[in-house]
């Protein structure tokens, strides 16, 4: 991340508590080289005093210092200093920790030891931005309320006020409903790109959203639940962007061939996944969902090892639907392996609730990929089939006749097509 010029920053003020001298200096000397007001203090009661009589921009705190823990001095400071940006240093982090540090310190970020010195100036910056925006909010809302008391004492044009506030509710639900649409767009376009990337994903993509919609049409969820349930649907699998597509054929045709870093990788994905879903929609439980979707409920599923209720319930859910979508049986010996599954990868009850939703409706039909010699007529096409120059020789959803198989052989003996075949089962 590139460093933000001086002048577009109009608060440099900088409080730095370490109890080692040695690293309380390395930091003070790498922001004072870049043009911050330092002020460095090894002790956190003494920061606390400093901190009682002048504002800072931003606090840096180490955590492990014998007259108080890091994450305790910053809570503190937030109370004295409230729109001040907290960095909080720690050479162990921990789920608790960060779980802790963010519900009672809101923390900013977390800087690991031994740190690198382009990351802490980037931190630093982005932290003396957001304290910039937070007072300049903070003044917009004093602003705002004094406007605000002047128009409660305007009564000669209230009922115009009132006329002028119909027009922009309408406005707003207006706006809402093209934000809709556009979430909507958004969640198609990641399927689109996840499709092209591979498009046996995109295939299972398909089925997911079709199951977990019907599993959120029960009432088995709370609002929030059912959204997270339906948006992990489309989100969870994004981060597989990140792998190559010879490690998901090699993961799908020999998974014994990966070795332990490529098995990494792959389990690593609903990480990726919950980072970039957060750009779409950064609802806290749509990420800790996607997150979620492939823990067990014994706790040997990835990334984190959560067993039984500790993992969320529509992820519990997604779990299921992913198993099935993924899995490339028939319904009956889909539902045969999660049923033998029940109590180990798959929480019982939310198996029962996937087989009682999905039977209310036809289930989506299956994908499978096959050769070019294997096209027989009565398939029907569950991608297009394009020249190798982009010539869309045969849409999706075609039902193969033999004229169409003649006609794609044909174009194959003079311009070979290169891309994957799919077909509904």
Known sequence: MSEIPPAALTNRTVLVV???PVVLKSITLSLERQGFSVVACTNPLKAL???GERDFAVIISDQAMPEMLGLDFLVDSRRIRPHASRILITAVFSVPTIIEAINKGEIFRFIAKPWLHEELIATVCNAIQRHDLIASNA????ETQRLNGQLTTANCTLAERIGELEVQHRQLDAANRELATNYENSLELCRRILTTFDPILGGELKVLVELAKQMALTDHFTADER??????AWLCDIGLIGVSREMLRTFRQTPDRLSKRELATLHYHPVYSQTLSSLLDNRGSVGEVIRAHHERFDG?????????????WPARCLAVAVGYAESGLSKAQATEKLLAESGTTYDPEAVRLFLKATNLSHLPRQVREILLNELEPGMVLANG????HGLLLVGEGQRLSQPMIAKIHSHNETTPISHQLLVYT
């Open 18 to 20: 370490d109890d080692e």
């Open 49 to 51: 005093a400093i901190l």
């Open 139 to 142: 003044r917009l809302q004093e």
């Open 227 to 232: 959204h997270a349930l339906r948006s992990s």
């Open 300 to 312: 040997r599923g990835f990334p984190d090892g959560l067993a039984g209720n500790a993992i969320p």
């Open 385 to 388: 089939i394009y020249s190798p």
